[in-house]
């Protein structure tokens, strides 16, 4: 199986007569076999001839440049390719035809409440207080979970979800206890407290990260199956978004709440809502940083890897669902 | 209107703050106004940086490539910005239907054959001799074109194409009258005399130009309905160029040609086959891009147009058929 190369040094891409290599800044020459090249992903200050274009086009290999933010900028497609149009006509068969659509936007939900249910028994086990609460949650939620296969609309699994989600929701207090954090309620655009604004600006990076992911793949973003009413977004990094917010964004806010990492300080009152400080957002994603290269052990593949990675695991696995390949199984964290 | 830019020298494309320049092998600077750029065709060997190539990418401009011996090499294709996710389940859903499909692939077809015969018409009335030749070919293509709307796959529809497109271009000889470019038989990759060259280059620069106008459309260059038999490049742009091809490229030849503006002397014999110079593809282009902003009467808007805004126009016809609002029809030229 070819390989898809991933280039964070800046440097030069070249070649050598029928070879390719890349030779970085400090003029450290690292040889890449061409013929085992699916495509390059580019994340450094890398320059390129026409030359070298040339010849990844003869090679069939696409380049995708990625900007100094990390987010997608755009692809060298050589004249032919391999461009995914199979992979995009999969994606839309299964959202035209209702089961289909309805069997995923199902794993996507069940990968979800599941995910929520795994937080609320960590944090559980290490309670000083309200495991009674929390236990009643957890059998509102199990019974939520067991009603989701008869579920005959994505409207009915939405609104499944959104029970589940509201118990969820309605623990952070027993879990958090502290004063500064009320949950109080749900509050978006703009969000109405601290922990509102935490959950807020939490969830649009798990968004982001997906989406960076999708883009490594040859998913197309704008197709999703639970989030595709409308049409103003990028709806399949939301879907997918959905198994690792529990994991990703909230246990992160629960850590940097209980460590006091954050507190009121963090937060800038607007004219209408809460927002968090630049100094806030710069602490939570330099921890969320740490943790999306951290590494957890995988089940299947019996390694560990870092959170990043298993994202984008999670995608390969969606891309093969819908290739027809193995049916989906949401990832489930194991602590 | 923005301009596409050519560029032969060899240098390097470079950005400075919010603008953009050439710096040729020499060292000279050629400031190139951002604003005013539609597309950039690439045939020196020129370098480009990632720092580049992110502001084309904000500034939504495709780069053509074409290698050393002027064949298309790849397309530098700038992340969509044009978010519509349901453009592209619906071009998906045409695709997938059979019948669908078969309508969108026979209009094209249709539309092809319908602006070859309007090319022979023109050059019928002015031609010095052979009337009969053409008003012979003219019975048999319209006779093909009768039955494209008993054709049952898309491989008869080709192959009706093909019938036409076989006595259209024996007809060239006809038309063009110069012993330096006989017609012969179509040869490609490599073409084996110079017509063969000019129609060869002439539409690899018609299928980018429909490219980089696809890419300001909510259209997906990767699905096509005509040439959609792999996935191994971009088709939709091959689809729309059938309509363009005999106005923009074939009468352009005819020209160059008649008004001996391209000789033999523009042509390079290679080991294998006949190509443009360097000095040709000047002319070519040059020609090309004149046209290209030329405008033309539009029969349904009631006002002139250019060319460019021509090929705009009809992926807007196309994608108002996939969303049910309108009947696609291709465009027909007048004269």
Known sequence: MKKTIYIF??????RKDHSLYFENSEGRRKHIPVEDVNDIYI???VDVSKRFLDF?????????????????????????HLNAGHVILKQAEHYINDDHRLRLARLFIEGSIAQMIQVLKYY???????QEKIEQTLEIMKNEQSKLPHAESIEELMSQEGHSRERYYALFDVIIQNKEFPFEKRSKRPPLNRLNALISFGNSICYTTVLSE???TYLD???????????????LNLDVAEIFKPIMVDRLIFYLINKKMLTKK???GHTDGILLSEEGRRIFVGELDKRMSQTVKHR??????????????ELYKVQKHLLGEKKYEPYRTLW
Do not use: W
């Open 9 to 14: 040094q800046s440097g030069e891409l070249k």
């Open 300 to 313: 299947h593949l019996g390694k560990s890897v870092s959170y990043r990675r298993l994202i984008r695991l």
């Open 43 to 45: 994340f450094g200050e």
């Open 266 to 268: 963090h937060f800038d």
């Open 221 to 235: 973003p704008r197709i999703g199956y639970l989030h595709a009413t409308n049409f103003r977004r990028f709806s």
């Open 214 to 216: 999708i883009y490594k």
């Open 124 to 130: 559980k086990s290490r309670a000083k207080s309200g």
């Open 56 to 80: 990844m086009s003869q090679k069939q290999i696409c380049l995708h440049y990625f900007n100094y933010y990390g987010y997608y900028s755009g692809t060298f497609y050589p004249r032919e």
